[in-house]
């Protein structure tokens, strides 16, 4: 997002009900990858149904300046890679605007590479921790040449002339990081391995995979996984087919639930199990989800998502579950507020350093919309009002922050009065149809 660019602030409207049939567009994680394992593969890789939000803009951005050549082609997009152990310098800091994954994967990647790259970004992203990756990147032998306090943006890194491959355990449950420090691993000589005791999104190691590198995953009794990487290999570009992202679906999901007299198809959702959190929390809560026409493509699972209003029940969500939801609490902190009874969130610190201060941001804003709750340091208790009465009538900030913004202007569809955001420019970082989408199935949104 350009930083200069107006505000743009909006009011979401209650409405009647929604009705329609859509698909939503690629994954964010699978598109930023695409773009990352394009670069590193020898040849073609061509990518349909990639996500076309600034986050991946910025990634494709920095995969060009590596070395890619990236062009689109009709509906694909045809990364001719450098090959792995090959990429160039780059000429300019690598800008990664609002996207902690296209800086943290880069990072790593290019940790161990004998040149030096500066990662900057937008104030949310420059706000937020890049020690995890850091940390790790130093013991692969990377030089940190400069930092703001306290390892934040902009930073400057250089990779050592001989890498070692490192063991690491991941000290967080973070997907970032143990993508990071195998995208480092892969110009290292030798087995990189990265220990994971909480399972957390596996695109980064099915891809690899599924570009030819050797990857050895294994799983101890205690569910710690061990994904151990042969470094130096050479990864060759194929065909991409970048499915729904489950993360956008989400606020169609909820708003299907909580606006009364709803209907909706949502088509090609990834359903993969380490992203499909919110669906198992939803339907504990009684949300009316059909999941129907499900098939495996490109490796992973599909389905198309049947969503009607449903009479959404309270309940405590474990925190073993909060890796495979983390980007879904402010959706269903939004649908807690319409449920009967409390809903609790266990375990969910990790929101206080997402593009936002989630569990803050989340909090101000359902009490700014008449939604009773607790703000634990790592928990949320929200008191559900399924009469809907007091609730919305609130302006919420969205601190650059696309799901605060998206979520609450779910919210307001449901309520019973508007809800205003501060600023909805921030959505197209992730989702750019999001307002034309919502529009279509019937929402009523106008400039606050
Ligand atoms: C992502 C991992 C998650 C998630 C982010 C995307 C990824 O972050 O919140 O939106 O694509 O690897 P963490 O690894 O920090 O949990």
């Known amino acids: 997002m350009n930083p200069a660019a107006k505000k743009c602030p909006l009011k979401s409207n209650p409405v009647g009900a929604l009705a329609g049939d859509v698909e939503i567009p690629g994954d964010k994680s699978i598109s930023h990858r695409s773009a990352i394992f394009g670069l590193l593969a ?64 880069f990072m790593g990647l290019l940790g161990t590479y004998d040149f030096p790259s ?22 692969f032998g990377t030089q940190i040449i400069s930092q703001q306090a306290d390892g934040r943006l902009p930073i400057t890194i250089r990779g050592p002339e001989f890498a070692a491959p490192v063991e690491y355990r991941v000290p967080m449950a973070s997907a970032q990081v143990k993508s990071a420090v195998l995208l480092a691993g892969l110009n290292a000589p030798g087995i990189t ?13 099915k891809m690899l995979t599924g570009f030819g590198a050797s990857v ?31 993360s956008s679906a989400a606020f169609l999901i909820v708003a ?51 969503v009607s209003t449903s009479e959404l029940k309270g309940v ?30 266990l375990d969910v610190a990790e929101l206080r350093v997402k593009e936002s201060d989630r569990l803050s941001a989340v909090a ?21 009002n399924p009469q809907r009465h007091g609730l919305g009538g609130g302006r919420v900030e969205t601190s650059h922050d696309h799901r605060i913004a998206m979520s609450f202007l779910v919210m307001g569809m449901a309520a019973g009065e508007p809800v205003c955001i501060d600023d909805c420019n921030i959505i197209a970082t992730s989702f750019p149809q999001f307002l034309q989408l919502m529009g279509d199935l019937g929402a009523n949104m106008e400039p606050a």
């Open 42 to 105: 020898v040849g073609e890789t061509k990518i349909t149904h990639l996500l076309e939000s600034e986050d991946v803009l910025n990634s494709l951005y920095a995969a060009r300046a590596l070395g890619a050549l990236v062009r689109r082609d009709g509906d694909q997009w045809i990364i001719k890679g450098a090959g792995n152990g090959a990429l160039l310098e780059p000429e300019k800091d690598l800008d990664f605007g609002n996207s902690g994954t296209g800086c943290r994967l």
């Open 118 to 139: 500066t990662f900057i970004g937008d104030a949310s992203l420059s706000s937020r921790p890049m020690n995890r990756i850091l940390d790790p990147l130093q013991l």
């Open 193 to 205: 391995s990265v220990i994971e005791p909480v399972m957390t999104r596996d695109h980064t190691e």
């Open 216 to 246: 050895e995953i294994s799983t101890g009794a205690d569910g710690v996984r061990t994904i151990a990487l042969e470094g130096q290999c050479t990864l060759t570009g194929g065909e991409i087919h970048v499915p729904g992202d489950p």
């Open 256 to 306: 299907g639930l909580i606006v009364p007299d709803s209907k909706i198809t949502i088509r090609d959702v990834l359903m993969n199990p380490t992203r499909t959190g919110l669906i198992t929390t939803l339907l504990e809560m009684e949300a009316k989800i059909e999941i129907i026409n499900q098939r495996v493509s490109g490796g992973e699972k599909l389905a198309d998502l049947v």
């Open 316 to 345: 405590i969500v474990p925190g073993e579950r909060s890796a495979s939801m983390i980007d879904e609490y402010p959706i269903l902190a939004v649908a807690a507020a319409f449920a009967e009874g409390e809903t609790t969130m």
């Open 364 to 384: 101000n804003g359902l009490k700014a919309n008449g939604v009773k709750l607790v703000e634990g340091r790592d928990f949320l208790i929200v008191e559900g």
